[in-house]
Structure formats: structure tokens, C-alpha cells
């Protein structure tokens, strides 16, 4: 009788030789800069149908010390619609021996989203294990079956910074004829092997070193080896979809995820339009719906509808008064349209880590939705979920990347706004009155643009005490620091974010033989200055730029001052310029000025020490001292 080709595959799949796991086994060369190692990492995907997928995986992990241990990825998320048919897990000593068995009913089980889900389908199995000893070994199997092939796996060959792989193999398969497409990124200058046929795609990996995480370093899917899948035709929780293109798979978005979702009670519908109704400008109109929206609403995750990927009605939101990111945002493009006005669901990677939708690999991607606005030629953006972002503010959540616009005609992959360096802005003024006692007081007033603002406008929204802790991290250098009066404003029409906080501190001046040392640049010292980096491997990435302006007037002790004025100073590189001085304005009164211009943009690895010495130079410059005498 002839066996069946794919029962050969799982069979030989399923069945491995016998293996020692002791560390000792672990050659040296993957031990180095590692904290764990990937003995074996091994998966075979089968499409049996459009809606049938069958996954088997086994995950050997050596976890060398307490920061491998996130490593192990002992864990099978699933829903209603899966079916777990094998899940294990086997725990071994340093030596090799086997000293714990975990059985599928052994693994925690729990809902897989966080305390702010309200309700959710999807629940994860997981092993938990608290080791005794260090090295220790964990072996994984699972088998399960899905009907949702709009999620093919992806293969990363590598886990993250300081983990080594001794052997990675992937193999995809499609047994229905249903066209698939395959990416690999970053495989050149690894030893990987690939096999390419009509129907299936296989790679294997061996011996992959720990790659040590560099300073300003790209993100690590950008040079680290990795394979994309993605089917023409899937399937996703009783519907069918097509994504050959970005506008086809936007269109099924559109036509099986949005419509019918957007009706509202009229009661809601006349009460949105008389809050615009004396209004002209469609800006003024967008604010005001936007108002509504983040005064009546909040943002609650619900992960249920078509895979996670179908928001709630916008009568349901409207009705409970909740939402997750899709309900939110279909709701609030529910209630534009009911005033005149067009709006775009818009799907992203959302994150302080920059990270695109790949605009070359229509596949389902993206990790949150949002809003786009299209006025006079230009794209505002709202983010609904939040009850305190301004209208058409990005921060660095949503900025400058690749997203997926849907509209009724299909996706389009479009650009979000990129902040220019000099729009991350900061300007610090301050009056600072200083006694022989070494004490300094003085107000200080802040103003915040761009990504500036972004880290300052939840301010407001914290306790007295988290304020407290804030300026007290923000003036780190500021030993013994107190605060008085803070106040704080923020105008979300202008994206400008105002703060006049009072410190003082007890003994910021040093006495050494009757002269006082004093450190001039009190309030916007920018002390950081990135490790050294020998034999550097990847690009020097600066995602974002900002440009900081300070003038600070600086009262002298009675009786004091100043023996010397350094000259003024000024640097200026490819990373950036800056520019410091420092008058006397008057008797006993001391003028400082300071400027910090960091740009964006990628360099060569050749440039990171001329970048790190241009921040050495700012730190030292930034924590300079003066030196006050009796007159």
C-alpha cells in the first residue's frame, strides 16, 4: 500500500532520534554571549484546505541563566475553533536527564489578553516552571489543527539578542492548490539551507550564534533572518477572503468587517449633528465629533467578531459606552459620516518602535486601528481609543510608518506624518536665585511640541506623588530636589504642552576653601552617552530627532562672583549641533544659553564612535561647573 506523502512528513517529523540535551553538549562557539540556547526549533504547516491547517512543532531550549528564561515559549494560544490534539512538555537537568513530564492537562490555562479585555475568545495553554538550578532544558510538542488560514505561521531562525540556535527547520505545505507566497528577509550570510517547489517550501538552519544587541541599532527583524507566508485564498472564522494585493485584501475588510456596522440610534445621529451645525470648517467639525467621542466613550478591549478583527457596532458603542481600537474607530467614522464628513479605518503597527505594515507582502498584518481624515490635500489622524490624544496628534505610537488605509474601493498602503527634527521641540526658561548656604531656588517653564509633548501631556493625569517621582527622575542630577507650585497646560488645538514647576534643592552648591563650584545648567542637562561599541556589525539608527532651546537667568550669593566664564562652545557633526554660553548680564547675575539639535537618520557603523563622542562632549559640556568667589 502507498503511504500517503504528507503522512511521510509527519511521521518523519514526529519521529527523532535520541538526543542528549546536556550543556556540556553545547558547542562553544554558541555559548558565547548567549543567555540560552535553541537546541532544536521545528515546524511543519499544512493547508489540508482553505479552511483547514494543521500545525506540529517541537521546541528544545537550553536556558542558560535567569534572562533565558522568557525564552522557552512553552505556550499554544488557541480559540473555539481550534483543536489542541497534542500539547507536552518535558524538563531536563544540566546533565541531560530528564527530571519533570508536563501533560496537556498539567498546563495552565487562562484567557490570553490582559486585565483590560473585557471579554475575549482566545485563551492560551502554558507551561509554568520555576527552575532550582541553572542550566536547565525544556522540550515542547504541540499538534494542532485551525480552520483560520488567514494567519499563516512565520518563521523567525533566530529568537532575539543573546540567543544561539543549534538547529532551526521550517517547512510549509499546501495540499489544496491554493496559491501561496513566501518572503525571506536577511537569510544571506546565514547557514541556512532553502527548498522551493510549487506546493511547499522547507528551510533549515544550523549553528546560528548569539547576536549581541548594539546601542542605536536597527530593529532586530531588519537584520535578523526571517520567513513570511501568506496564502492568496484563506479562510478566517467562517469566511472566506482573497489578499493577492493591499486593495483586494482592504476591500474584504471593508465589505465583510465594516459594512452593516456603522448604523446608529437617530436619537445619537440628531444629537451630533446639532453639535456641528453653526460649524463651516470640516477641521472644526472633526474636533467637535472627536470631543463627543472621547467625552462619552473609553477604551475597553474586545477581542471577539471575525478572528479578533471585526469591530462591535457602532450602536453597541454607542449603547454601552465602550470599546475596543476597531469599535471606537468604526464608531467615530460612523458618527463623521452622519455629519458630511469622509473617514478611513486604518490598520497599523502601533508602537514606540517604529515597525511598517510590508508594503511589498499583502498578508494580515497590523496590531491596532485607527483613523484617517483626508482635508484639503493633507491626512489628519485620530486616535480613538485615547480620551486625552488632540485631534491629528501621532506622538510615537503611529508615526512614520506604512499602514493600510480601507475604503470602499479597496487598501491602500500610505505614509504616516514624520515629525521634522526641529517639530520635536523643547523650550526651557528659568530664573534660579542661589545662597551661600549652597541652596538654589527657581521657577522653571517648560514648553513641549511634537514627540516633545507626546512624553508630557498625560502628565495632568497622574497622582501628586507619581508628578513628584516624574520631576524627580526628569532632574535626576538634582540631588535633594523639592517641589513647590506645579502647574500645567494643554492646548490640544496647538499640540503644545506648557509646564511652571518651582524647585529648589539644599545643596547644589559645593564649598571648597571659601569658593562656591556651581554647575550652571540646572534644569535640561542631557547627560547620556551610549556604551562603547567595538567591532560594531549593524547601522547607527536615530528614529527620531528633537531640538531643545534653553535660557536660564542665575541670581549669584550675595557677596559672590563668578572667577571664570568658560568660553562659549559649539559643535556641530552630521548627528547634530550644539551650542552653549554664558554671560554676565549684570553684577552677580549670570545669562546661560544652550541649544541641542539631534538628528534622524541612519548612519554607517563606521560613525557610531564619532556619534558617541559628540554625546560625550554634550554630557560633559551639559554638566560643566563654574567657580564663584567673594568679590
Known amino acids: 500500500m502507498r503511504i500517503p506523502t504528507v503522512v511521510c512528513l509527519l511521521f518523519a517529523f514526529c519521529t527523532s532520534f535520541s538526543q542528549n540535551f546536556g550543556h556540556h553538549t553545547i558547542a562553544d562557539e554558541l555559548l558565547l554571549n548567549a543567555d540560552a540556547v535553541v537546541r532544536e526549533d521545528k515546524m511543519m504547516a499544512v493547508v489540508e484546505a482553505r479552511n483547514v491547517m494543521r500545525i506540529q512543532s517541537k521546541r528544545v531550549v537550553t536556558v542558560l541563566n535567569p534572562k533565558g528564561d522568557k525564552y522557552v515559549h512553552a505556550y499554544s494560544l488557541y480559540d473555539g475553533s481550534d483543536k489542541i490534539i497534542t500539547l507536552e512538555a518535558r524538563i531536563y537537568n544540566k546533565n541531560g536527564e530528564e527530571i519533570k513530564k508536563v501533560k496537556k492537562k498539567d498546563f495552565f490555562d487562562q484567557s490570553a489578553v490582559s486585565g483590560g479585555t473585557l471579554y475575549s475568545d482566545t485563551r492560551v495553554k502554558y507551561l509554568r516552571y520555576t527552575p532550582t538550578e541553572y542550566p536547565y532544558t525544556v522540550e515542547f510538542r504541540r499538534e494542532y489543527t485551525t480552520p483560520n488560514t488567514a494567519f499563516a505561521p512565520s518563521w523567525n531562525f533566530v529568537d532575539g539578542y543573546r540567543v544561539s540556535t543549534e538547529k532551526s527547520e521550517f517547512s510549509f505545505k499546501v495540499e489544496c492548490g491554493i496559491p501561496f507566497r513566501s518572503k525571506e528577509s536577511n537569510l544571506e550570510g546565514f547557514p541556512i539551507t532553502v527548498k522551493v517547489a510549487d506546493d511547499h517550501v522547507y528551510y533549515l538552519g544550523k549553528n546560528l550564534k548569539a547576536i549581541k544587541r548594539e546601542p542605536f541599532s536597527p530593529p532586530f527583524k531588519e537584520f535578523s533572518p526571517n520567513v513570511k507566508i501568506a496564502l492568496d485564498e484563506f479562510h478566517l472564522e467562517g469566511v472566506d477572503g482573497t489578499a493577492r494585493s493591499w486593495e483586494e485584501l482592504g476591500k474584504w475588510i471593508y465589505d465583510e468587517l465594516l459594512v452593516g456596522q456603522d448604523a446608529l440610534d437617530s436619537n445619537t445621529l440628531e444629537e451630533v449633528k446639532n453639535l456641528v451645525k453653526d460649524v463651516e470648517d470640516p477641521v472644526e467639525k ?346
Open 286 to 631: 472633526v474636533r467637535k465629533v472627536y470631543n463627543y467621542v472621547q467625552d462619552n466613550t473609553r477604551y475597553i478591549s474586545v477581542q471577539l467578531g471575525i478572528g479578533g478583527w471585526m469591530p462591535i457596532s457602532a450602536s453597541e458603542v454607542d449603547r454601552v459606552k465602550y470599546g475596543d481600537c476597531k469599535g471606537l474607530t468604526n464608531y467615530t467614522m460612523a458618527l463623521l459620516n452622519a455629519v458630511g464628513i469622509d473617514s478611513y479605518y486604518t490598520v497599523v503597527y502601533a508602537g514606540r518602535q517604529k515597525r511598517d505594515l510590508d508594503a511589498d507582502f499583502p498578508s494580515m498584518q497590523g496590531n491596532h486601528v485607527f483613523l484617517n481624515i483626508p482635508t484639503d490635500g493633507e491626512d489628519m489622524w485620530l486616535e480613538c481609543t485615547s480620551q486625552i490624544t488632540p485631534v491629528n496628534h501621532l506622538g510615537t505610537f503611529t508615526d512614520n510608518r506604512n499602514v493600510l488605509k480601507v475604503t470602499p474601493n479597496g487598501g491602500e498602503i500610505v505614509k504616516t506624518k514624520k515629525y521634522k527634527d526641529e517639530e520635536n521641540y523643547q523650550l526651557t526658561k528659568a530664573e534660579f536665585f542661589t545662597e551661600t548656604t549652597g541652596k538654589v531656588t527657581g521657577k522653571v517653564n517648560i514648553l513641549s511640541l511634537g514627540t516633545q509633548y507626546n512624553q508630557k501631556f498625560r502628565i495632568p493625569n497622574k497622582t501628586e506623588l507619581e508628578q513628584e517621582e516624574f520631576y524627580k527622575e526628569y532632574w535626576e542630577y538634582v540631588n535633594d530636589l523639592s517641589l513647590g507650585k506645579v502647574e500645567h497646560k494643554d492646548d490640544k488645538q496647538k499640540i503644545a504642552f506648557e509646564e511652571e514647576v518651582e524647585i529648589s534643592a539644599e545643596n547644589y552648591l559645593s564649598m571648597t576653601n571659601d569658593k562656591l563650584l556651581f554647575a550652571p545648567n540646572i534644569a535640561n542637562r542631557n547627560l547620556m552617552v551610549p556604551d562603547k561599541c567595538r567591532n560594531r556589525k549593524t547601522e547607527l539608527v536615530i528614529s527620531r530627532g528633537y531640538l531643545d532651546e534653553d535660557e536660564f537667568i542665575i541670581h549669584l550669593p550675595d557677596g559672590y562672583t563668578s572667577e571664570t566664564l568658560f568660553p562659549p562652545v559649539k559643535l556641530e557633526t552630521k548627528f547634530g549641533h550644539y551650542k552653549i554660553s554664558i554671560e554676565e548680564k549684570e553684577p552677580g547675575v549670570l545669562h546661560y544659553r544652550r541649544k541641542l539639535l539631534v538628528k534622524s537618520g541612519r548612519y554607517s557603523n563606521e560613525d557610531y564612535k564619532s556619534y558617541r563622542d559628540f554625546r560625550k562632549n554634550v554630557a560633559g559640556y551639559d554638566n560643566s561647573r563654574i567657580i564663584l568667589t567673594k568679590k
